[in-house]
Protein backbone atom coordinates (compact mmCIF):
# COMPACT_ATOMS: atom_id res chain seq x y z
CA UNK A 1 0.00 0.00 0.00
CA UNK A 2 1.57 3.18 -1.14
CA UNK A 3 0.80 6.72 0.38
CA UNK A 4 1.27 6.07 4.05
CA UNK A 5 1.39 8.44 6.48
CA UNK A 6 1.91 8.25 10.64
CA UNK A 7 1.44 4.64 10.17
CA UNK A 8 -1.38 4.37 7.99
CA UNK A 9 -1.48 3.97 4.25
CA UNK A 10 -4.48 5.56 1.84
CA UNK A 11 -6.70 3.65 0.04
CA UNK A 12 -10.13 4.24 -2.15
CA UNK A 13 -13.08 1.61 -1.56
CA UNK A 14 -15.76 1.91 -4.31
CA UNK A 15 -19.35 0.88 -2.82
CA UNK A 16 -22.12 0.01 -5.57
CA UNK A 17 -25.33 -0.31 -4.10
CA UNK A 18 -27.81 -3.47 -5.80
CA UNK A 19 -30.54 -2.86 -4.12
CA UNK A 20 -32.98 -0.16 -3.65
CA UNK A 21 -32.26 1.63 -0.64
CA UNK A 22 -32.78 4.07 2.09
CA UNK A 23 -31.09 6.61 3.85
CA UNK A 24 -32.09 7.83 6.98
CA UNK A 25 -31.96 11.17 8.76
CA UNK A 26 -32.76 11.99 12.12
CA UNK A 27 -36.06 12.69 11.89
CA UNK A 28 -38.48 10.16 14.26
CA UNK A 29 -40.07 7.71 12.24
CA UNK A 30 -43.96 6.88 13.83
CA UNK A 31 -45.62 4.34 12.15
CA UNK A 32 -49.04 6.58 11.60
CA UNK A 33 -50.63 6.78 8.08
CA UNK A 34 -50.00 10.97 8.00
CA UNK A 35 -46.28 10.00 8.47
CA UNK A 36 -43.61 10.09 5.32
CA UNK A 37 -40.16 9.54 5.41
CA UNK A 38 -38.15 11.02 2.56
CA UNK A 39 -34.75 8.92 2.30
CA UNK A 40 -31.53 11.34 1.96
CA UNK A 41 -29.72 11.08 -1.60
CA UNK A 42 -26.27 11.41 -0.15
CA UNK A 43 -25.91 9.03 3.17
CA UNK A 44 -24.29 10.57 6.40
CA UNK A 45 -20.80 9.48 6.21
CA UNK A 46 -21.28 7.38 9.59
CA UNK A 47 -23.29 4.77 7.64
CA UNK A 48 -20.33 4.06 5.04
CA UNK A 49 -17.84 4.04 8.01
CA UNK A 50 -19.80 1.60 9.66
CA UNK A 51 -20.86 -0.85 7.16
CA UNK A 52 -17.14 -0.86 5.73
CA UNK A 53 -15.66 -1.31 9.72
CA UNK A 54 -18.20 -4.46 10.04
CA UNK A 55 -17.00 -5.89 6.56
CA UNK A 56 -13.10 -5.37 7.67
CA UNK A 57 -13.81 -7.05 11.26
CA UNK A 58 -15.52 -10.01 9.41
CA UNK A 59 -12.42 -10.39 7.07
CA UNK A 60 -9.97 -10.14 9.83
CA UNK A 61 -8.81 -6.54 9.21
CA UNK A 62 -9.28 -4.31 12.29
CA UNK A 63 -8.57 -6.23 15.08
CA UNK A 64 -8.24 -3.68 17.70
CA UNK A 65 -11.32 -2.19 16.74
CA UNK A 66 -13.42 -5.68 17.40
CA UNK A 67 -11.33 -6.38 20.95
CA UNK A 68 -12.48 -3.17 21.72
CA UNK A 69 -16.19 -3.79 20.64
CA UNK A 70 -16.32 -7.27 22.17
CA UNK A 71 -14.57 -5.86 25.72
CA UNK A 72 -17.33 -3.43 25.47
CA UNK A 73 -14.95 -0.27 26.14
CA UNK A 74 -17.00 2.02 24.76
CA UNK A 75 -14.72 4.91 26.58
CA UNK A 76 -11.45 4.26 23.84
CA UNK A 77 -13.96 2.97 21.30
CA UNK A 78 -13.20 6.10 19.04
CA UNK A 79 -10.06 6.78 19.94
CA UNK A 80 -9.12 3.09 18.53
CA UNK A 81 -11.12 3.50 15.44
CA UNK A 82 -9.24 7.41 14.78
CA UNK A 83 -5.89 4.91 15.05
CA UNK A 84 -7.38 2.14 12.68
CA UNK A 85 -9.77 3.87 10.19
CA UNK A 86 -10.09 7.41 8.99
CA UNK A 87 -12.64 8.54 5.99
CA UNK A 88 -10.92 11.18 3.86
CA UNK A 89 -13.72 11.79 0.99
CA UNK A 90 -16.77 10.55 -0.51
CA UNK A 91 -17.30 10.77 -4.08
CA UNK A 92 -20.11 10.20 -6.46
CA UNK A 93 -19.22 7.61 -9.59
CA UNK A 94 -20.92 7.17 -12.44
CA UNK A 95 -19.62 6.32 -16.20
CA UNK A 96 -16.02 7.11 -14.96
CA UNK A 97 -16.79 9.82 -13.98
CA UNK A 98 -16.44 11.35 -10.23
CA UNK A 99 -18.65 13.97 -8.87
CA UNK A 100 -19.08 15.97 -5.47
CA UNK A 101 -21.76 18.19 -4.22
CA UNK A 102 -21.70 21.74 -5.70
CA UNK A 103 -20.47 24.53 -3.75
CA UNK A 104 -22.94 26.71 -2.85
CA UNK A 105 -21.65 29.75 -4.07
CA UNK A 106 -22.58 28.57 -7.42
CA UNK A 107 -25.68 30.30 -9.02
CA UNK A 108 -28.33 28.83 -11.13
CA UNK A 109 -31.67 29.47 -12.99
CA UNK A 110 -34.73 27.68 -12.93
CA UNK A 111 -33.18 25.52 -15.66
CA UNK A 112 -30.36 24.65 -13.43
CA UNK A 113 -27.99 26.89 -15.83
CA UNK A 114 -24.70 28.79 -14.25
CA UNK A 115 -25.27 32.12 -14.16
CA UNK A 116 -21.94 34.67 -13.27
CA UNK A 117 -21.77 35.10 -9.59
CA UNK A 118 -18.84 36.74 -7.08
CA UNK A 119 -18.00 37.69 -3.76
CA UNK A 120 -17.73 41.29 -3.15
CA UNK A 121 -17.15 43.14 0.13
CA UNK A 122 -17.48 39.60 1.98
CA UNK A 123 -20.92 39.35 -0.21
CA UNK A 124 -21.74 37.13 -2.84
CA UNK A 125 -23.33 39.25 -5.93
CA UNK A 126 -24.74 38.27 -9.02
CA UNK A 127 -25.32 40.33 -12.55
CA UNK A 128 -27.52 42.97 -11.74
CA UNK A 129 -28.34 42.60 -15.67
CA UNK A 130 -30.11 39.35 -15.27
CA UNK A 131 -33.74 39.09 -15.94
CA UNK A 132 -34.89 36.07 -14.40
CA UNK A 133 -35.09 33.87 -11.34
CA UNK A 134 -31.90 32.50 -9.46
CA UNK A 135 -31.02 30.58 -6.56
CA UNK A 136 -27.86 28.90 -5.44
CA UNK A 137 -27.42 25.15 -6.90
CA UNK A 138 -27.95 22.98 -3.70
CA UNK A 139 -28.84 19.35 -3.94
CA UNK A 140 -26.69 19.21 -7.13
CA UNK A 141 -23.38 17.92 -7.99
CA UNK A 142 -20.13 18.74 -9.75
CA UNK A 143 -17.50 16.55 -11.56
CA UNK A 144 -14.47 16.30 -9.94
CA UNK A 145 -12.40 17.68 -13.21
CA UNK A 146 -15.19 20.62 -13.75
CA UNK A 147 -14.24 21.79 -10.47
CA UNK A 148 -10.39 21.80 -10.62
CA UNK A 149 -10.55 23.19 -14.56
CA UNK A 150 -13.23 25.50 -14.45
CA UNK A 151 -14.67 26.60 -10.45
CA UNK A 152 -11.28 26.84 -9.96
CA UNK A 153 -9.73 29.53 -12.19
CA UNK A 154 -13.76 31.30 -12.52
CA UNK A 155 -15.06 30.34 -15.28
CA UNK A 156 -18.46 28.93 -13.50
CA UNK A 157 -20.35 28.97 -16.99
CA UNK A 158 -18.46 26.41 -18.36
CA UNK A 159 -19.97 24.14 -15.95
CA UNK A 160 -22.29 21.12 -16.17
CA UNK A 161 -23.99 20.28 -12.69
CA UNK A 162 -25.74 17.40 -12.21
CA UNK A 163 -29.54 16.87 -10.46
CA UNK A 164 -29.96 14.31 -8.20
CA UNK A 165 -32.50 12.32 -10.37
CA UNK A 166 -29.45 11.60 -13.38
CA UNK A 167 -27.88 9.50 -10.39
CA UNK A 168 -30.44 7.89 -8.93
CA UNK A 169 -33.97 6.59 -9.69
CA UNK A 170 -36.98 7.08 -6.69
CA UNK A 171 -40.03 5.37 -6.21
CA UNK A 172 -42.03 5.57 -2.93
CA UNK A 173 -42.85 2.36 -0.86
CA UNK A 174 -45.66 1.66 1.74
CA UNK A 175 -44.77 -0.39 4.93
CA UNK A 176 -47.40 -1.98 7.60
CA UNK A 177 -46.86 -3.86 10.93
CA UNK A 178 -49.16 -6.53 11.24
CA UNK A 179 -51.02 -7.59 14.42
CA UNK A 180 -49.73 -10.66 16.09
CA UNK A 181 -50.76 -13.94 14.81
CA UNK A 182 -53.20 -12.11 12.55
CA UNK A 183 -53.22 -10.96 8.91
CA UNK A 184 -55.19 -7.66 9.35
CA UNK A 185 -52.69 -4.36 9.87
CA UNK A 186 -52.16 -2.45 13.42
CA UNK A 187 -54.00 0.74 13.57
CA UNK A 188 -52.27 3.31 12.20
CA UNK A 189 -49.39 1.70 11.85
CA UNK A 190 -48.88 2.42 8.49
CA UNK A 191 -46.04 4.64 7.33
CA UNK A 192 -44.91 6.02 3.70
CA UNK A 193 -41.24 6.27 2.41
CA UNK A 194 -38.91 7.02 -0.75
CA UNK A 195 -36.56 4.65 -1.80
CA UNK A 196 -33.42 5.36 -3.89
CA UNK A 197 -32.45 3.34 -6.84
CA UNK A 198 -28.59 3.92 -7.80
CA UNK A 199 -28.35 0.56 -9.96
CA UNK A 200 -30.66 2.85 -12.32
CA UNK A 201 -27.84 4.13 -13.48
CA UNK A 202 -24.85 1.92 -12.71
CA UNK A 203 -23.86 4.67 -9.80
CA UNK A 204 -21.40 4.19 -7.42
CA UNK A 205 -19.59 5.65 -4.14
CA UNK A 206 -15.66 6.43 -3.78
CA UNK A 207 -14.38 6.18 -0.44
CA UNK A 208 -11.01 7.39 0.37
CA UNK A 209 -9.54 6.18 3.80
CA UNK A 210 -6.57 6.35 5.85
CA UNK A 211 -6.31 2.84 7.36
CA UNK A 212 -3.85 0.87 9.24
CA UNK A 213 -3.19 -2.25 8.21
CA UNK A 214 -2.76 -4.01 4.64
CA UNK A 215 -5.53 -4.48 2.83
CA UNK A 216 -5.28 -7.35 0.59
CA UNK A 217 -5.34 -6.70 -3.83
CA UNK A 218 -8.30 -8.08 -4.90
CA UNK A 219 -10.35 -7.40 -1.81
CA UNK A 220 -14.26 -7.44 -2.32
CA UNK A 221 -17.10 -8.45 0.18
CA UNK A 222 -20.74 -8.45 0.40
CA UNK A 223 -22.43 -5.69 2.73
CA UNK A 224 -25.73 -4.45 4.21
CA UNK A 225 -26.02 -0.94 3.34
CA UNK A 226 -29.62 1.21 3.60
CA UNK A 227 -32.03 -1.08 5.13
CA UNK A 228 -32.69 -4.17 6.09
CA UNK A 229 -31.45 -7.21 3.61
CA UNK A 230 -30.90 -4.08 0.94
CA UNK A 231 -26.96 -5.30 -0.48
CA UNK A 232 -23.86 -3.65 -1.81
CA UNK A 233 -20.79 -4.35 -2.86
CA UNK A 234 -17.76 -3.01 -1.42
CA UNK A 235 -14.54 -4.26 -2.80
CA UNK A 236 -11.01 -2.47 -2.70
CA UNK A 237 -10.65 0.15 -5.71
CA UNK A 238 -6.95 1.93 -5.88
CA UNK A 239 -5.04 3.70 -3.88
CA UNK A 240 -5.31 7.55 -3.16
CA UNK A 241 -6.75 9.01 -5.84
CA UNK A 242 -4.35 11.47 -6.75
CA UNK A 243 -1.99 8.20 -7.81
CA UNK A 244 -3.71 7.34 -10.55
CA UNK A 245 -5.10 10.75 -11.60
CA UNK A 246 -3.01 13.33 -13.36
CA UNK A 247 -5.50 16.06 -13.05
CA UNK A 248 -5.28 15.65 -8.75
CA UNK A 249 -1.70 15.37 -8.84
CA UNK A 250 -1.55 18.55 -10.62
CA UNK A 251 -4.31 20.34 -8.55
CA UNK A 252 -2.51 19.03 -5.20
CA UNK A 253 0.57 20.69 -6.26
CA UNK A 254 -0.91 23.80 -7.50
CA UNK A 255 0.13 26.77 -5.33
CA UNK A 256 -2.30 29.81 -4.20
CA UNK A 257 -1.52 32.74 -5.60
CA UNK A 258 -3.85 34.79 -2.96
CA UNK A 259 -4.18 34.88 0.66
CA UNK A 260 -8.23 34.14 -0.15
CA UNK A 261 -8.84 30.64 -0.17
CA UNK A 262 -12.57 28.72 -0.34
CA UNK A 263 -13.43 25.96 2.48
CA UNK A 264 -16.08 23.75 0.54
CA UNK A 265 -17.33 21.09 2.43
CA UNK A 266 -18.52 17.71 0.44
CA UNK A 267 -20.23 15.87 3.40
CA UNK A 268 -22.09 17.24 6.20
CA UNK A 269 -20.02 18.37 9.32
CA UNK A 270 -21.31 18.82 13.65
CA UNK A 271 -19.44 21.59 15.61
CA UNK A 272 -18.01 20.67 18.59
CA UNK A 273 -20.10 22.06 21.71
CA UNK A 274 -21.44 25.73 20.93
CA UNK A 275 -17.92 26.90 19.63
CA UNK A 276 -18.64 28.60 15.85
CA UNK A 277 -16.11 27.67 13.41
CA UNK A 278 -15.34 31.28 12.64
CA UNK A 279 -14.14 31.57 16.25
CA UNK A 280 -11.84 28.32 16.30
CA UNK A 281 -10.45 29.60 12.53
CA UNK A 282 -9.48 33.28 14.32
CA UNK A 283 -7.83 31.60 17.14
CA UNK A 284 -5.32 30.27 14.23
CA UNK A 285 -5.19 33.47 12.45
CA UNK A 286 -7.78 32.72 10.00
CA UNK A 287 -10.21 35.57 9.11
CA UNK A 288 -13.91 34.28 7.34
CA UNK A 289 -15.17 37.00 4.94
CA UNK A 290 -18.07 35.39 4.38
CA UNK A 291 -19.89 31.73 4.18
CA UNK A 292 -23.08 30.36 2.48
CA UNK A 293 -24.52 28.19 4.40
CA UNK A 294 -27.61 25.49 3.49
CA UNK A 295 -30.47 25.13 5.91
CA UNK A 296 -29.41 22.72 9.09
CA UNK A 297 -30.44 19.15 9.18
CA UNK A 298 -30.26 16.79 12.44
CA UNK A 299 -28.50 13.63 12.64
CA UNK A 300 -28.97 10.48 14.64
CA UNK A 301 -29.18 6.78 14.40
CA UNK A 302 -29.05 4.06 16.59
CA UNK A 303 -25.80 3.35 18.96
CA UNK A 304 -24.75 -0.28 18.67
CA UNK A 305 -21.97 -0.14 21.16
CA UNK A 306 -23.91 1.35 23.75
CA UNK A 307 -27.17 0.02 23.10
CA UNK A 308 -29.20 3.13 22.61
CA UNK A 309 -30.26 5.85 20.59
CA UNK A 310 -27.60 8.46 19.99
CA UNK A 311 -28.63 12.51 20.68
CA UNK A 312 -29.37 14.37 18.21
CA UNK A 313 -26.99 16.89 16.36
CA UNK A 314 -27.28 19.73 14.59
CA UNK A 315 -25.93 19.19 10.90
CA UNK A 316 -24.31 21.89 8.38
CA UNK A 317 -24.83 19.84 5.27
CA UNK A 318 -22.48 19.14 2.36
CA UNK A 319 -21.95 22.21 -0.69
CA UNK A 320 -21.97 24.70 2.77
CA UNK A 321 -18.59 27.39 1.94
CA UNK A 322 -16.74 29.37 3.98
CA UNK A 323 -14.14 32.51 2.34
CA UNK A 324 -11.18 32.65 4.41
CA UNK A 325 -8.23 35.00 4.16
CA UNK A 326 -5.07 34.44 5.84
CA UNK A 327 -1.47 35.21 5.03
CA UNK A 328 -0.85 31.41 6.09
CA UNK A 329 -2.39 30.36 2.34
CA UNK A 330 -0.50 32.30 0.13
CA UNK A 331 2.34 30.64 -2.00
CA UNK A 332 1.36 27.44 -0.07
CA UNK A 333 0.31 24.32 -2.05
CA UNK A 334 -3.50 23.36 -1.74
CA UNK A 335 -1.64 20.31 -0.63
CA UNK A 336 -0.27 22.20 2.26
CA UNK A 337 -3.31 24.52 2.73
CA UNK A 338 -5.47 21.47 3.24
CA UNK A 339 -2.99 19.42 5.57
CA UNK A 340 -2.83 22.90 7.47
CA UNK A 341 -7.10 23.59 7.79
CA UNK A 342 -7.34 19.25 8.50
CA UNK A 343 -5.30 19.40 11.71
CA UNK A 344 -7.35 22.54 12.93
CA UNK A 345 -11.11 20.92 12.12
CA UNK A 346 -9.96 17.54 13.34
CA UNK A 347 -10.37 18.92 16.75
CA UNK A 348 -13.44 20.89 16.75
CA UNK A 349 -15.84 18.74 13.86
CA UNK A 350 -17.64 15.74 15.64
CA UNK A 351 -16.34 12.50 14.47
CA UNK A 352 -14.04 13.88 11.40
CA UNK A 353 -12.42 10.46 11.43
CA UNK A 354 -16.20 8.44 10.28
CA UNK A 355 -16.02 11.43 7.41
CA UNK A 356 -18.01 14.18 8.60
CA UNK A 357 -16.51 17.68 7.64
CA UNK A 358 -14.48 16.13 4.95
CA UNK A 359 -13.85 19.15 2.33
CA UNK A 360 -11.86 20.60 -0.77
CA UNK A 361 -10.61 23.92 -1.72
CA UNK A 362 -10.63 26.28 -4.12
CA UNK A 363 -9.03 29.92 -4.62
CA UNK A 364 -10.83 33.06 -5.12
CA UNK A 365 -9.60 36.27 -6.39
CA UNK A 366 -11.79 38.57 -6.31
CA UNK A 367 -12.55 39.76 -3.30
CA UNK A 368 -12.52 43.21 -1.63
CA UNK A 369 -12.21 43.75 1.80
Known amino acids: ?33 SNYVESRFFPYPSVFYGAICTSLMEN ?10 IERNTTLLEDVLKENLKIRQIYLEMENEIYLPAP ?18 GLLYTNPQLQEKVKPASGKYISLYEFMTCYDISEKEEIYLKNQQEFAGEYQKTGIELEDNK ?12 MKDY ?32 MARLELFLGSLDEYHKDIREYNKKKSSS ?31 SKIIGKPETAGGWDMAKNKPKELKKVIPEGSLYLLKSSHFKSNTNEQNKNLLSEILSDVIVQKHRGFGSF ?5 EAVYD
Open 60 to 69: GYLNEVHKTL
Open 1 to 33: MKNRRNGMGIITLKIEPWDTVMFRDGTLLDKKT
Open 183 to 194: KIAKKEHLYFTT
Open 104 to 121: RDLIVNEDGDIRESNFQK
Open 259 to 289: ENLKLIFTTPFIMKNEKSLESVLKEKGISVL
Open 360 to 364: ILANE
Open 199 to 230: TYKNTCFLIEAEIHDEISKGFRANILLGGEAR
